[in-house]
């Protein structure tokens, strides 16, 4: 979607001047089709050859001028699409100027590129600092609300340009075939969707005389429909939804272009289209996106053109409206005993390879599709089989890994699809959901995208089960959390070794399974259980509890990647300051007793053990020593502190711009932690893990860390001494310690908290005794 300088740059009265160009050729056009009538008066010719003849021009007539109204309603749609998208983009840049000359916010606010705002000051009194946090906020909502109708505005218009331009062009193939008709009708639509396919199937075929010119295959192009679905439309499906009203000729063009074209056709324009985009081609990339997204639209069963009388969707959306040829390469297995095509020229080897090549161009295609545009259900069904089978052949053909991870990664935007492969409801009998899933989320992904598509997988969890617990999918979710030990963990048939080595060699998988740990810490200990729980249960309530050694095996695989260690230490320092917090809130006069059951000591040993274990492995499978294991646990400690540390006392919240704001499940998509977490960790992007720190810096440290972390939360709490903060929020310890009078005032709060031990315990946290770390 467009960019701020994008939007400012735009000039839509130019839609208006190609209308002003349409209707002027229209108005000749009309002239010269008003000449054909007069020929047949004032003449001495008469009879039934002359009736015939003139009733015949009559005709003509009459579907010319209905013709040239179509193209009228095209200059009108553009006409429209001017006045609309005009002033929805004064509105929205309207919002942005309000934002940045806001007179009432205590610092200037800025709006980037991408529509965030922003807004930073230093030396506020706090209650500036939540005057600016507010304003940033409110303006930001105005922006997004203005840009979402600007968007959805784009999405509408040129619906109505697509669907007026279709018109036109089965009006015009029916002009001089002597045929009447009043209106045009979706068939019509079908049919030239069928005519443009059939095209595409003789290019492929290489029947065509001169397969070189490709002018057939640039002209379909520009005839794909543009913007299928609304934004709005894309929201409904996002949120679970069915969409009724989906253009009756979009769906019928599709459909007939599609089963005509076949898969080689499809895959020739893909191909085609790939090819022009590399050589500069500005249309080409929409007008691939065009095609991929049709393939969604198509299969999708929550999308159709109306409702039934008994409340069903009209034409939806199937997997069997695709054609037959791709419905067999997604279905097909590495367990077949011949290739789809064995009559291919050089013998059955030659049809295997064909048979590669197309399932990595039909991958590459579907992987065009626009963000927001879901595969149907079955379709996302058939597309994880199918990856899940490729990343088990013994075969790794080139750009096998790719294209199972587009597969996977497109499959995954569905959330029906995802369910039923996690649980196997709604799954052929024999289906085995462990089989598929292991061996994705198993598979070393290290080749092709570090596993980027299989967190989709686990993230889908991780959303749904933050869910309400009156939404049916949030106690799914919450059902498939329960079972994320059991799927990844189990010792059974070397499950546990393989997951372990797939997924230290996938990145992206680590986080997403550090995400879904640290979202959910409750799920692997509450105070008074502190070693966690004896089996995996989901309650009534809605609370989710994990067997103890599966959370420990689950808190080791977010351990293999960075960005997951600091992830899961911080969330579990954060866990830390809100019960401290709470106790000096709710019982200053006993914080020391509120703290007595605590889980939280035990949880950071538990977190530590699983993560030294993770780094212990991948020290061992890399087979020399590429990070020191020690200074790599020291700084995902340290740096989950730095994490909390800046939440804790940032000026300003940060606030997610416009195309992040809300995640498919309508919670957010990416939490403050992630964004700081990603933050701290580009800061230093070439740290050298073969330094170890001094046991003396540890140490001291981690006695920093302490200290920091009550002065954070007694400000939370509303107890921190005046002496001890500013208007900015509480002092930092380092600044503290350099005072002789403000370290004393420390001192003796400590104590008056009854707090002292309580440092000593949670440094001790941070020492790593090696001795204690076994390695699994």
Not at 40 to 46: I, K, L, Q, R, V
Not at 90 to 104: C, H, I, Q, Y
Request: proline share 5%.
């Amino acid at each position: 979607m467009p960019t701020r300088k994008q939007v400012e740059s735009w000039n839509t009265a130019k839609l208006s001047e190609w209308a002003a160009e349409l209707e002027t050729d229209t108005q000749h056009y009309e002239t010269q089709l008003g000449r054909m009538l007069p020929h047949f008066t004032g003449t001495n010719w008469a009879g039934a050859a002359h009736d015939a003849a003139a009733d015949r021009f009559t005709e003509e007539h009459d579907q010319g001028r209905k013709l040239s109204q179509e193209i009228r309603d095209v200059a009108g749609a553009l006409r429209d699409a001017d006045q609309r998208l005009a002033n929805e983009r004064r509105l929205l840049l309207g919002k942005v100027v309000e934002a940045e000359t806001d007179p009432t916010c205590p610092v200037r606010l800025q709006v980037a590129d991408n529509w965030a705002v922003s807004g930073t000051g230093t030396g506020l009194s706090q209650q500036d600092q939540q005057t600016v946090t507010d304003k940033v906020h409110i303006h930001q909502d105005a922006i997004n609300t203005a840009y979402y109708s600007l968007a959805n505005a784009i999405s509408e218009v040129g619906v109505a340009i697509t669907t007026a331009a279709q018109e036109v062009r089965v009006r015009g193939d029916l002009v001089g075939e002597g045929v009447s008709v009043t209106s045009v009708s979706p068939n019509d639509s079908g049919e030239l969707g069928k005519e443009d396919g059939e095209a595409l199937a003789a290019w492929a075929d290489g029947s065509l005389p001169d397969k070189a010119n490709t002018e057939a295959l640039e002209e379909i192009a520009g005839r794909l429909p543009q913007g299928a679905l609304t934004d709005e439309q894309l929201r409904v499906l996002a949120e679970g939804g069915e969409v009724d009203d989906l253009p009756a000729d979009v769906q019928e063009y599709y459909r007939g272009l599609y089963q005509a074209a076949g898969k080689d056709g499809i895959l020739a324009l893909s191909e085609h289209l790939r090819t022009e985009e590399a050589a500069g081609n500005p249309d080409a990339a929409g007008q691939l996106d065009s095609l991929a997204n049709g393939l969604m639209v198509v299969s999708n069963e929550d999308i159709g053109t109306g409702r039934n009388p008994d409340g069903t969707l009209t034409n939806p959306g199937s997997y069997q409206q695709l054609p037959e040829d791709v419905r067999q390469l997604l279905e097909s297995r590495r367990t077949d005993p011949d290739p789809l095509e064995p009559d291919v020229p050089g013998g059955p080897a030659a049809g295997l390879q064909k048979q590669w090549e197309d399932t990595n161009a039909l991958a590459a295609l579907l992987g065009e599709a626009n963000p927001n545009y879901e595969p149907g259900t079955e379709l996302g069904t058939q597309m994880v089989l199918k990856s899940s089978d490729m990343v088990q052949d013994q075969y790794t053909w080139p750009g096998r890994d790719d294209a199972a991870a587009q597969l996977l990664g497109i499959a995954g935007r569905n959330d029906d699809s995802s369910h039923q492969i996690w649980t196997g409801e709604g799954m052929p009998e024999g289906y085995k959901p462990e089989e598929t899933v292991r061996s994705l989320l198993g598979h070393d992904w290290s080749g092709s995208d570090n596993g980027v598509a299989a967190s989709t997988m686990v993230n889908r969890i991780t959303e749904e089960a933050a869910l309400p617990a009156d939404d049916p999918r949030g106690e799914r979710g919450r059902q498939a959390l329960a079972s994320l030990g059991a799927m990844l963990t189990t010792d059974d048939n070397g499950v546990w070794e393989k997951n372990k080595e797939g997924i230290a060699n996938s990145p992206e998988l680590s986080a997403a399974i550090s995400r879904a740990v640290s979202t959910n810490l409750e799920a692997v200990s509450v105070p008074g259980m502190p070693t966690g729980f004896t089996q995996s249960v989901v309650y009534p309530d809605g609370r989710v509890q994990w067997n103890g050694e599966e959370a420990n095996r689950l808190m080791q695989l977010a351990g293999y990647d960075e960005e997951g260690r600091v992830t899961l230490t911080a969330a579990i320092e954060q866990y830390r300051l809100d019960e401290l917090a709470r106790a000096m809130r709710e019982n200053p006069g006993n914080v020391a007793g509120e703290l007595a059951a605590s889980d939280v000591g035990t949880l950071t040993g538990r977190a530590d053990n699983a993560i030294w274990d993770a780094l212990i492995h991948k020290d061992k499978m890399e087979g020399e020593e590429v990070l020191n294991p020690t200074d790599a646990m020291y700084r995902a400690k340290t740096l989950g502190a730095q994490v909390v540390g800046g939440i804790a006392d940032q000026a300003v919240g940060i606030v997610k711009p416009v195309e992040t704001a809300v995640g498919m499940t309508g919670i957010e998509a990416g939490s403050t932690v992630e964004n700081a977490v990603k933050k701290v960790l580009d800061a230093d992007p070439d740290y050298d893990f073969k330094q170890r720190p001094s046991e003396q810096v540890m140490s001291a440290q981690a006695v920093d860390n302490a200290n920091q972390a009550i002065l954070n939360a007694a400000y939370s709490a509303g107890v921190l001494p005046p002496q001890l903060q500013t208007e900015a929020g509480p002092l930092r310890i380092q600044d503290i310690r350099a005072n002789t009078g403000a370290w004393e005032n420390f001192q003796d709060f400590v104590v008056a908290q009854g707090l002292s031990q309580y440092i000593q315990d949670y440094s001790q946290s941070y020492q790593i005794t090696l001795g204690r770390q076994g390695g699994s």
